[in-house]
C-alpha cells in the first residue's frame, strides 16, 4: 500500500503543496521500537510533521466478518480531520468508519507520534482469525480491497498535502454517535452469525462471549435510542471494546 501511494504520487509529474515522507518503520510488534526511535531522533523537528498516516490489517476484515469496513482511528484528536476522510471518494462497496483510538489502545506504530501530539490517523481492518498464525497465507488476503483503502489513503494524504490549513492536534478528541453505531453493527453481526452456527450444532461464540456480547449490543441499543452520547458511557464503551477485541477476536 505504502509503495503503490507513493508510485501514485510520482507520476503525477508535481509536487503537492507539503512534502511527503514514507516510512517504514521495524520492530512494531517489539514494543514499537522504530517508530518510537524516528520520534526521539527525528531528522527535522517533530511540530513540522503535519500528520502521520499508518495502516495495518487491511487484507482481511475484522474477525472475517461480512463487513466491508475500514475503521479510521485517531481523527478525533484532530478537528476537521474526520470531516476530510469523509470527502475523499472511494468505492460503493468499502465503508469508512471512524472510531476512537481509545476503543482499541496503543496497537501500531501511531503511538509515539500520538505521544508528542502529533495528528494522525490509523486505518485497519481489525484483526482476524489467523493474525498472528502461520495460517495467515497470502490466498485469504482481498486485493480489490486493499486497493479500496490505499485510494482512500492515497485522496487522504492528497488533500492535506495541498490544504490550506494543515491538521492541528485537539487535546479534547470530538467523539459521536458513528463510533456507537459501528459497534451495534459488530455486536449484532456477531450474535446473527452466532445464531445461524448454533443451528447448524456449531456455536461462533461459548456461552460466556454470547452472554456479554448481547448486553453490549442491548446497551448500545439504548444509547442510539437515546441520540445523545454521554461522556459518562464512555469508559463502559472503551471497556468493553477493549474485552472484545481481547476474547472474541
Same mark, same amino acid.
Given at each position: ?66 463487513? $466491508?469496513?475500514? *475503521?479510521?482511528? !485517531? /481523527? &478525533? %484528536?484532530?478537528?476537521?480531520? @474526520? ?35 502529533? $495528528?494522525?490517523? *490509523?486505518?485497519? !481492518? /481489525? &484483526? %482476524?482469525?489467523?493474525?498472528? @498464525? ?116
Amino acid at each position: 500500500m505504502m509503495l503503490e501511494i507513493a508510485r501514485l504520487f510520482s507520476r503525477e509529474g508535481h509536487a503537492p503543496k507539503r512534502s511527503l515522507v514514507f516510512l517504514s518503520c521495524d520492530l512494531e510488534e517489539n514494543l514499537l521500537w522504530g517508530s518510537r526511535w524516528f520520534v526521539a531522533h527525528p531528522p527535522w523537528p517533530l511540530e513540522r510533521v503535519k500528520l502521520f498516516i499508518t495502516a495495518e490489517l487491511i487484507g482481511r476484515t475484522l474477525g472475517d466478518l461480512p463487513l $466491508p469496513a475500514v *475503521f479510521v482511528m !485517531g /481523527g &478525533e %484528536h484532530s478537528r476537521g480531520l @474526520r470531516k476530510l476522510v469523509d470527502g475523499v471518494d472511494h468505492a460503493e462497496t468499502l465503508e469508512v468508519s471512524h472510531l476512537g483510538v481509545d476503543l482499541v489502545g496503543v496497537r501500531s506504530d501511531y503511538g509515539p507520534f500520538k505521544g508528542e501530539k502529533v $495528528p494522525f490517523l *490509523f486505518f485497519s !481492518g /481489525g &484483526e %482476524h482469525r489467523d493474525y498472528h @498464525r502461520p495460517t495467515d497465507t497470502v490466498e485469504k488476503l482481498d486485493y480489490t480491497r486493499i486497493a479500496q483503502i490505499t485510494q482512500v489513503v492515497q485522496g487522504v494524504v492528497q488533500e492535506v498535502a495541498n490544504a490550506e490549513q494543515p491538521p492541528a492536534w485537539t487535546d479534547t478528541p470530538e467523539h459521536s454517535l458513528d463510533e456507537v453505531k459501528t459497534l451495534e453493527r459488530i455486536t449484532g453481526l456477531l450474535l446473527s452469525l452466532d445464531d445461524r452456527a448454533r443451528t447448524r450444532g456449531k456455536n461462533r461464540l461459548s456461552d460466556s462471549q454470547r452472554f456479554t456480547v448481547s448486553n453490549i449490543h442491548t446497551r448500545v441499543r439504548q444509547m442510539l435510542e437515546t441520540g445523545e452520547l454521554d461522556p459518562a458511557e464512555r469508559p463502559w464503551l472503551v471497556r468493553s471494546a477493549q474485552w472484545m477485541l481481547l476474547t472474541v477476536f
